[in-house]
């Protein structure tokens, strides 16, 4: 039974008393320090010296210390590292400062349901994962709103780890919008999932496979771009502010009919045969097995991949087609 949690369910007095260390000042790091500072909770951040990050939590008021002197400061750790490195920074600065009473606190639950950190048994294990980045939670904040989050307890050491995760959930505004209950391995499967069947790796190849077949069709690139790529932002906002019945109801009908009557010519069977590969390929520990390796050994194939995307003509035309859109620039 789905579970959602909102303000009356969170007590933020819990965290009265406690020191929040945030290890990471990235966009989710920031967004996240800055609503919990201004929710009246006491925090340390942890950013390196000497990188843009580290000069940007100065600004903002903090007086950014090592994550190992965090560890030592906070009685509830916050890891929002990038996944890939998360493990290093635990082995070295964290674990060495955790004790009991102590609690660890995530946002995605990537290096936790594959093993990589192994807490021990005398802290609490939480994590609160803002559907939205840092950015959008500390600006919904700021304007008395918040961003749904999801809430997951994978060790509870204290009797009142999912009270303190929601404390904190309250505290970064997430429970005026709604928290919802999940398990750390449905968080970071579906995660996983979702980027690379749909969010990154299904569309970014579908809008290649449109632009390569209009161009190889004789088009040009310019407005083959334009159909397939700069119009996309469009059709993803209708659909996430009015779902996907309602996106159809607000494009033209022969837009609406080629959707329906072509969009399973293009998502096969045989299209959901290898999405079912993919998720069995994260349940089973293939995928993160390989990127933990990939990284171990230099990420040659990730540099690789990574230039020969960045290499494709889409790329070259959409770089000179957005020097015509100044709106768009920040």
């Avoid at 000042?25 to 929710?39: K, M, P, T």
């Avoid at 005026?176 to 069947?197: H, K, N, P, S, V």
């Avoid at 607000?250 to 069977?269: F, M, Q």
């Amino acid at each position: 039974m789905l579970k959602i949690y909102y303000d009356q369910d969170a007590d933020l007095n819990l965290l009265k008393g406690k020191t929040i260390a945030i290890i990471g000042y990235g966009i989710q790091g920031r967004g996240q320090a800055l609503c919990l500072r201004d929710s009246g909770c006491s925090v340390v951040v942890s950013e390196m010296e000497g990188t843009p990050n580290y000069e940007l939590a100065k600004k903002d008021g903090f007086s950014p210390v090592s994550a190992a002197e965090a560890a030592k400061a906070g009685d509830i750790i916050q890891i929002l590292t990038q996944d890939h490195v998360q493990a290093k920074v635990y082995k070295e600065s964290i674990k060495p400062n955790l004790k009991k009473g102590k609690a660890l606190c995530f946002s995605h639950g990537f290096n936790i349901r594959f093993k990589q950190i192994k807490p021990p048994k005398n802290v609490d294990v939480f994590m609160i994962a803002p559907k939205g980045p840092g950015a959008l939670v500390r600006r919904m904040y700021e304007e008395s709103k918040g961003v749904p989050c999801l809430v997951a307890v994978f060790q509870d050491a204290s009797g009142q780890a999912k009270q303190l995760a929601l404390a904190y959930g309250k505290a970064i505004g997430g429970t005026r919008a709604g928290i919802i209950e999940t398990t750390f391995d449905e968080e970071t499967e579906t995660d996983l999932f979702g980027e690379q069947a749909v969010l990154c790796g299904g569309v970014t190849e579908l809008i290649k496979a449109g632009f390569d077949t209009l161009v190889e069709a004789g088009y040009q690139p310019e407005i083959a771009y334009f159909e397939v790529l700069h119009e996309l932002k469009l059709i993803t906002d209708l659909i996430q502010e009015f779902g996907i019945s309602g996106m159809r109801r607000r494009v033209s009908n022969t837009a609406c009919y080629g959707d329906l009557s072509r969009g399973p010519k293009i998502i096969t069977e045989k299209t959901r045969k290898v999405m079912k590969k993919l998720l069995k390929d994260i349940k089973s520990g293939k995928f993160a097995r390989e990127w933990i390796k990939e990284n171990e050994t230099g990420r040659t194939n990730f540099d690789s991949l990574l230039k020969a995307g960045d290499d494709h003509q889409i790329e070259k035309v959409g770089q000179q087609l957005r020097q015509m859109m100044p709106w768009m620039r920040k």
